[in-house]
């Protein structure tokens, strides 16, 4: 176990590795965002629409992880960063209707290229205070400097309602001059379940939509 005598030390170990790191998640996110770009290509040219609006991607700050380490009771070193952390690379991508959220998920379970290890539907059993989206932990083989190892990757799916909620309510929450009063929690709340409602909703007028679009074609022909 590695041992330090400040916060300060911690940080120099994590800034002298950060390069390493970075090269290692870089690469894994390179992967999917890669696999992601094809299905979305592959769906533009099946459903003659695009099923992902948006595909970000980040690596934690070395302060994250200092902080997810310190939460964990975890030694600071890079066998706990690669071994015990599965959330340093993420990537989430924005989807504009629940079902295609679905879809991109069962497709990335069937690729191969990647295991799946862990699934997490908080659309179907959201979090208490609102908060949906579809996460999965991929692990994906990645090559650097001639060595090919597995990596880990968090996939946040949302469609853009969600992802409207989850960056407001993480500024209101977040702020340092906010509280964590009960009305405030409880309107944010309701503030989710109507987003997702109207997800639904919208999800309904587009295959309505796409009836009407079909029955118009058949009696033209």
């Not at 969600?162 to 964590?180: P, R, T």
């Amino acid at each position: 176990m590695d041992i330090y005598d400040s916060t300060e030390e911690l940080k120099d170990y994590l800034k002298n590795h950060h390069e390493e790191i970075a090269k290692r998640y870089s690469a894994a996110i390179r992967e999917v965002c890669v696999k992601l770009t094809a299905l979305k290509e592959d769906f533009r040219v099946l459903k003659k629409r695009d099923c992902i609006s948006t595909i970000q991607s980040r690596i934690k700050s070395d302060d994250s992880i200092l902080k997810k380490l310190s939460r964990k009771k975890l030694p600071v070193n890079l066998a706990s960063v690669y071994h015990e952390l599965d959330d340093i690379a993420g990537i989430r991508v924005v989807c504009k209707f629940i079902d295609d959220i679905y879809t991109i998920a069962e497709r990335l379970k069937t690729q191969g290229d990647f295991e799946i290890i862990q699934t997490k539907d908080y659309i179907k059993n959201p979090k208490p205070n609102g908060y949906r989206s579809y996460h999965m932990i991929l692990s994906v083989p990645v090559t650097v400097e001639n060595i090919t190892e597995k990596v880990s990757v968090e996939l946040q799916l949302r469609t853009v309602a969600m992802d409207f909620w989850a960056s407001l309510e993480h500024d209101i929450k977040y702020k340092k001059d906010s509280c964590e009063c009960n009305d405030i929690v409880d309107e944010l709340k309701f503030c989710a379940d109507t987003i997702a409602a109207a997800d639904l909703h919208m999800m309904e007028l587009r295959d309505k939509v796409s009836k009407k679009r079909l029955q118009y074609k058949q009696f033209t022909q």
